[in-house]
């Protein structure tokens, strides 16, 4: 039997709905008449309501390495602080080091979540003028406790904190006002269910603030260049426009589910996924931290993960993903994330028994 098509259950990027890939090939608009700025403005009044928010929503045509890399150039002046407990983190830690930003990482082991305390009693030392925390690390399927984080974090006014919530925006709320965050970014790829290639960012007034103060590290992103197209409902350098249809169409899609009819189908997905693995494997990441959006498995069989993919994908036309880095092998992942369903998730849980005959 020959898969046309082969379903994603990886971490990004995701499944996509056909109506999402037929809405990227609208006919295309030039990115400087009204028609664009229209879109523009319908994408920031559908995205502040998305992120509860009243700021600024930056769109980036890049992957969110790109707007993670604007995050520290624009809001560090004087040094930040990195927590550190898996790939993605560490690569925002490596992104500040490669840019010549005094960066110190709080390095945590991977299958553990921040603690508040430790961070703030980083901040008192009095180094600091951001933090930098992933949500979600995707690597490992740990959710860090953000809202706890974001309060410590908020007990010292001259601190930002950037957000790295590439596989949690969409997939859990984020209350971007309430927690007082200052940058939160996230790629369309995951938990947006859209094809990848540009990435959501929000701003705070504080972050602003200090883009303004920090002097220029950057030109593509420059949070006060982009701010200024902002205003005028469009972007500085030529945008991603088939993606912006896209987003248009996919925003219309999760107010129609509802947004927290969409965040609690993420939590019933996980709870099926996670409980399957507590039977049959087992979490990797500590227990109370686990993610909603995908779970890192612990082969504690010592399968072949590859093999099981291999025999996913001719069977089934399913692919799942293998660890990430020195997890590789160790451990595997499942996402559901996106417009990924409890049917679609029973359903590759299903075809791995078969193949492994659990």
């Not at 008449?33 to 998305?50: I, N």
């Not at 007990?155 to 969409?170: H, I, K, R």
């Not at 093999?307 to 990430?324: C, D, T």
Request: aromatic share 10%; with cysteine; hydrophobic share 45%.
């Amino acid at each position: 039997m020959r898969i046309s098509h082969v379903k994603l259950f990886v971490p990004g990027p995701i499944e996509v709905r056909p109506e999402v890939l037929q809405a990227m090939a609208t006919p295309q608009i030039y990115h400087r008449t009204p028609e664009f700025r229209g879109l523009y403005a319908d994408l920031q009044t559908k995205l502040r309501r998305f992120l509860y928010t009243e700021s600024p929503v930056l769109l980036f045509a890049s992957s969110s390495t790109g707007a993670m890399e604007a995050a520290v150039r624009n809001c560090v002046g004087k040094r930040v602080l990195h927590v550190v407990n898996g790939a993605f983190a560490k690569r925002w830690y490596e992104i500040s080091q490669a840019c010549g930003i005094p960066a110190d990482a709080l390095e945590i082991p991977w299958e553990k979540a921040a603690r508040p305390a430790e961070i703030a009693a980083r901040l008192k030392t009095g180094q600091y003028d951001a933090v930098a925390v992933v949500y979600n690390e995707t690597s490992t399927g740990l959710m860090n406790p953000l809202p706890e984080i974001a309060a410590v974090v908020r007990e010292f006014p001259d601190v930002l904190l950037l957000v790295d919530a590439v596989t949690a925006m969409g997939g859990v709320k984020i209350e971007f006002d309430k927690l007082g965050l200052d940058v939160c970014l996230a790629g369309v790829q995951k938990c947006f269910g859209l094809p990848p290639g540009l990435t959501v960012c929000a701003l705070s007034p504080r972050a602003i603030q200090r883009a303004e103060a920090v002097k220029p590290k950057t030109y593509y992103f420059s949070f006060p260049v982009m701010l200024k197209s902002h205003e005028k409902n469009e972007t500085p350098a030529t945008p991603s426009v088939p993606h912006l249809f896209a987003l248009n169409l996919q925003l219309d899609y999760f107010f129609e589910e509802g947004l927290d009819r969409r965040f609690a189908r993420h939590a019933e997905m996980a709870a099926v996924v996670q409980a399957w693995a507590k039977k049959h494997f087992d979490v990797y990441p500590e227990e109370g931290y686990w993610s909603k959006t995908v779970t890192c498995i612990k082969n504690t069989r010592g399968i072949s993960v590859d093999a099981l993919n291999k025999a996913l994908i001719a069977q089934y036309g399913l692919r799942i993903s293998n660890g990430y880095g020195d997890l590789r092998e160790k451990t595997f992942r499942i996402a559901h994330m996106g417009d990924l369903t409890l049917p679609d998730i029973r359903g590759v849980l299903g075809a791995i028994e078969e193949v492994l005959k659990l």
